[in-house]
């Protein structure tokens, strides 16, 4: 994929571009909002900019392809770009928008290292860049492609469930009527939302269900942290929107859909609010009639923090071959286990898919424990809610 000549420089190179690539985020993200202050308003997570998060992703991103280009030459990391290019696609990036982003990071990355940053080095890392930018593109078209729409679409809000002191459901169906697209279990949508200062912010939330044909279902939990950032949107969605209330909705999107599974045991794993797209997995599971063996684990504060908890339990009653453990670290009643989620005991057949939401050391933690258990890496398949910084880490 990337030249002969541009991967011995990227190669020579990639030390002291890794040593400097956060400097050189801060400096991309500070050019860029000042020439497009409406990014950050209307598209950017104000939150996840001013804790960092989505600076450290990006960084790791960067890092993480070239690498891969230097030690896998043969094949392309297509794993990490669909997971990337989804999340561009709820979010209705357009293909123009990755020249903008070459624009202010070259010139970061000039400012950053400054004389050595020769043309044939520029050269490199601009092929860098752009077979990563080209590939997210054309996975991006096709996602658009059969999605049918890159606009969000108005939805008005038809029901609001209370779940837990820090979790609301929302039902809602298209404001203006028309079609509903179908959407495959373990996928997200982007909602929309005008805060009070006029900002444009957008989210990404699970889809946990569905009513009938032309309601969608998702569920949020509140961020504590009122006016902050961190968490606008979801206090906003708690406190100001009810029945009636129009939200705008992307087309559903996101690669933790169940693939393979066909007669293989199954393990789905979450903490928090991390249940809602495996509820809709189970659902699906229960519905297709899936007879191996499902193992279910899920770790919360409490069973009073434990949203979407009754249908948790029901879908994995209505397979054969379930296992069910969830791990409260406080009011554990009988049936479940106090404390953190630990596999120790738990079976794990021989050729599981797992699939993993949730907080980031939750997931690293149970990835550890289901690789030590003989699961191979393979199959184990995760969400993050935000940017996803295990990428950063590697």
């Known amino acids: 994929m990337l030249s002969e000549r541009s991967a011995a420089t990227v190669r020579a190179t990639l030390p002291a571009v890794g040593a400097a690539i956060g400097e050189i985020t801060e400096r991309f993200y500070a050019r860029l909002f000042a020439a497009h202050p409406e990014l950050l308003r209307n598209l950017f997570n104000r939150g996840n900019q001013a804790s960092g998060a989505q600076k450290q992703a990006l960084a790791g991103s960067i890092a993480a392809f070239a690498t891969h280009l230097l030690e896998h030459p043969e094949r392309r990391p297509d794993a990490m770009l669909g997971r990337i290019a989804h999340k561009h696609a709820s979010l209705g990036v357009a293909p123009e928008q990755y020249d903008v982003v070459h624009e202010h990071l070259f010139a970061a990355i000039v400012e ?9 080095v520029a050269a490199a890392w601009d092929e ?10 054309a996975v991006e078209k096709r996602l658009y492609e059969a999605s049918g729409s890159r606009e969000l679409r108005a939805w008005e809000v038809v029901e609001r469930v209370e779940e837990t002191a820090d979790v609301v459901t929302f039902r809602v169906r298209p404001a203006a009527g028309g079609p509903v697209r179908d959407f495959r279990a373990g996928q997200y949508v982007s909602v929309g939302v005008e805060l009070a200062d006029g900002a444009r912010q957008i989210r990404q939330y699970s889809l946990s269900g569905a009513q009938d044909e032309s309601v969608r279902q998702f569920s949020v939990k509140r961020v504590h942290g009122g006016a902050t950032p961190d968490g606008e949107v979801s206090n906003h969605l708690h406190a100001r929107v009810g029945v009636g209330d129009v939200l ?3 087309e559903p999107y996101g690669d933790l859909v169940l693939e393979d599974i066909a ?9 928090g609010i991390g249940v809602t797209p495996m509820v809709a997995v189970l659902a699906a599971l229960a519905g297709d009639g899936h007879g191996a063996p499902v ?8 069973p009073a923090d434990h949203a979407l908890r009754a249908d948790h339990a029901a879908y994995a009653e209505k397979l054969p071959e379930s296992s069910v453990h969830f791990f409260y670290e406080r009011d554990a009643e009988p049936g479940t286990r106090s404390g953190l989620v630990d596999l120790t005991g738990i079976a794990v057949p021989a050729g599981t898919r797992a699939y993993l939401c949730g907080p980031l050391p939750f997931m690293r933690a149970v990835r550890t424990q289901l690789i030590e258990k003989g699961v191979a890496p393979a199959d184990i398949h995760y969400e993050v809610f935000g940017p996803d910084l295990w990428l950063a880490e590697g």
């Open 295 to 302: 193992t279910v684990v899920h770790g919360d504060r409490s």
């Open 248 to 250: 705008q909705l992307s």
């Open 112 to 120: 950053v290292l400054g004389e050595a940053v020769t043309p044939e």
């Open 128 to 137: 860098v860049y752009w077979l990563m930018a080209n590939a997210l593109i």
């Open 263 to 271: 007669g293989r045991p199954v393990l789905l794993a979450s903490a």
